[in-house]
């Protein structure tokens, strides 16, 4: 299985903060790369997918990067309903597998 | 806008098997995959597989000798069976649409159900 490895694990961050967290694949995935945002009690949202497409009605603030083994997720000013935790997921192969997720939380 | 909403027994007994099903709204479960993925507490998303509308299905390897994925087009449904299950299959289990456009994305997710193994 390919295993993938966010960083950090949580972080603190303010209203209008530039946050970015990052994810490792254990080998190339190309760009097939995507990342969720979840809360608790509601249901998961694709953020972006194929590693740096935004998908329809996600805000612009929302960005990802990257290729290979190497992706980031970045929020260019935090907003107060972006407190959540974000996970991203592999899909260059079954079993799709996803990374350990991050928190973001109020500072 | 698709909806999928998960429903079954939130407490399973030890060696039991877990049923939960997922109904699809505001879209056709036709011409599409649906998956299922759980979170144990405190842990990360791991995903339990695939069922192709047609019936074809895909699992994850670690759970394949204990799951049954089905499909229902006629109620527009889906379903999970997990079989034996201990205390580490507590947790909370969402179904999704997985699209593939070259790429397989969750692009619309259940809000989850909490599934306790316990006696």
Redesign the interface.
């Known amino acids: 299985d390919i295993q993938m490895t966010q960083s950090p694990s949580s972080l603190s961050a303010s209203v209008g903060d530039r946050v970015t967290i990052t994810c490792r694949a254990s080998q190339s995935i190309s760009s097939f790369l995507n990342w969720y945002q979840h809360k608790p009690g509601k249901a998961p949202k694709l953020l972006i997918h194929v590693a740096s497409r935004l998908q329809s009605g996600v805000p612009s603030r929302f960005s990802g990067s990257g290729s290979g083994t190497d992706f980031t997720l970045t929020i260019s000013s935090l907003q107060p309903e972006d407190f959540a935790t974000y996970s991203c997921q592999q899909s260059y192969t079954t079993p799709l597998t996803f990374g350990q997720g991050t928190k973001v939380e109020i500072k | 806008q698709v909806q ?1 909403q998960e429903s079954g027994p939130g407490l399973v007994k030890p060696s039991e098997t877990l049923s939960l099903t997922c109904t699809v709204s505001g879209g056709s479960i036709s011409s599409y995959y649906w ?1 299922w993925i759980r979170q144990p507490p405190g ?5 339990i597989g695939y069922i192709y509308y047609s019936g074809s299905t ?1 699992y ?3 759970l394949k000798s204990r799951v049954t994925m089905s499909v229902d087009t006629s109620k527009n449904q889906f379903s999970v069976e997990l079989s034996s299950v201990t205390a580490a299959d507590t947790a909370v289990y ?1 179904c ?1 649409r997985l699209t593939y456009t ?11 159900t909490l599934v306790t193994v316990s006696s």
């Open positions: 999928l998956s842990k990360g998303l791991e995903w895909n994850n390897p670690s969402y999704a070259g790429n397989y994305q969750l692009d619309f997710w259940g809000q989850g």
